[in-house]
Every structure is written in C-alpha cells, then in structure tokens.
C-alpha cells in the first residue's frame, strides 16, 4: 500500500508570488500514476495535473507538475486570488489509490 | 454538459444501510472508469472504491471493504454504492468522480452528505 505526505500542511503567500507543493511517496508511482486536485470550500475536488505533469482540460499554464519515482512537485507560478485553495496529491497506480492530506495555500 | 448527480444520502442509526446513487449525463458513461471519494467534516479526501469501465473488477479501501459495494448500470448511466453495517466514521459527504483515462478523476459530481448517528 503506497502512503502519500504532502508538505508543508499550510504555505502562506501573496497574491503573485510562487507556490512550490511537495508529494512523497512511500514507494515509487508506477509510470509516474500521480494526479493533483485543487478544492475549494464547499466544492468538489477539481482535477489538475495528471500523470504527474500533464495538465488537465482548461487548467492554466501557471500550473505544472513534476517529478517521478516517489517525489513530486506541484508549482503554481504567479499566484491569482482564484488559486487560494486546499491541494492533494493521488496516486492511482495501484489500490488503494490514496490521497495525500492535503496543502493549504492561503493568503498571507 | 458533462452531468454527474449523486443522491441517496441522509440520516441513518449505526447498523443500518443506504444506497448511494450517481447519475450521469452528457458523456459516455460507458467507456468511463468510476469512483466513489468521501470526505468527512473538516478533513481530507478519502479514495473509497473503484469501478473499471465495464464493470470487471473493482478495488475497496480497507475500511470500507467487506461492507461497501461499488457497481454499475451502464444502461442507465448510473453508479452505485450500496452501504451496510455503517459506523459513525463513514459519516462524510460522498461523491462520485470518473475518467476515461487510467483512473484519476476528471469528472465529479457536487457529493451527496451521508450522516450516521443514533
């Protein structure tokens, strides 16, 4: 069974400035299975990234995935108001396909 | 557009059962790959279950599996989760969320809450 962690739990920034997520694995994501979903309160989860760097339909190019193995990374380049928000990392590799515990990104 | 609808939700006592329902519309549920994600008060996400596309075979979180079954009606274009023997901890809003793909989720409905309480 794979456990994801996601740091830092919170991450504080301005409006503009740039949002750097980690997701470890507890053993490596076969063929880099690593999605990232952005949720806001009172909302469903929104997909992302997918396999690892792949940017979903209508997602902005302020948003990139990286990484394989057992780390990754989710970049948000020039935060927006939009993007404050609750980030979790899955990896749908193999079952159980986890989530992380999520990063919150708010407003400092 | 793309339509995903869960209902079934409510109040039930510890012990009891509840069928959750996701409807859907305007894609081709058929080829799509569902699952079935809870979050509970004031927590993360937690993956519950999985449906391959035709129905083949699916996968269980441990604490849902032996008490939770995943299944579909492509027919009607509507998956299910039947829940019995519930506990207090499966209290959380339950939602359904797809691909077509390899099994991220691309499409989500609004989540239906599910409340288990005496």
């Known amino acids: 069974e794979i456990v994801l962690t996601q740091s830092p739990g919170t991450l504080s920034l301005s409006p503009g400035e740039r949002a750097t997520l980690s997701c470890r694995a507890s053993?490596?994501?076969?063929?880099?299975?690593l999605a990232w979903y952005q949720q806001k309160p009172g909302q469903a989860p929104r997909l992302l990234i997918y396999?690892?760097?792949s940017r979903a339909t209508g997602i902005p190019d302020r948003f990139s995935g990286s990484g394989s193995g057992t780390d990754f990374t989710l970049t948000i380049n020039r935060l927006e108001p939009e993007d404050f928000a609750v980030y979790y990392c899955?990896?749908?590799?193999?079952?159980?396909?986890?989530f992380g515990p999520g990063t919150k990104v708010d407003i400092k | 557009q793309v339509q995903l609808v869960e209902s079934g939700g409510g109040v039930v006592q510890p012990g009891g059962s509840l069928r959750l329902s996701c409807a859907t519309s305007?894609?081709?549920?058929?080829?799509?790959?569902m699952h079935w994600v809870r979050q509970a008060p004031g927590k993360g996400l937690e993956w519950v279950a999985f449906?391959?596309?035709?129905?083949?075979?699916?996968y269980y979180a441990d604490s849902v599996r032996g008490r939770f079954t995943i299944s579909r009606d492509n027919s009607k274009n509507t998956l299910y989760l039947l829940m019995n023997s519930l506990r207090a901890e499966d209290t959380a809003v339950y939602y359904c969320?797809?691909?077509?793909?390899?099994?991220?989720?691309?499409?989500w409905g609004k989540g239906t809450t599910v409340t288990v309480s005496s």
């Open positions: 969320g797809g691909t077509r793909g390899y099994y991220y989720m691309d499409v």
């Open positions: 305007g894609f081709t549920f058929s080829s799509y790959a």
């Open positions: 449906i391959r596309y035709d129905g083949s075979y699916n």
């Open positions: 053993q490596s994501v076969s063929s880099s299975y």
């Open positions: 396999g690892a760097s």
């Open positions: 899955q990896q749908y590799g193999s079952s159980p396909f986890a």
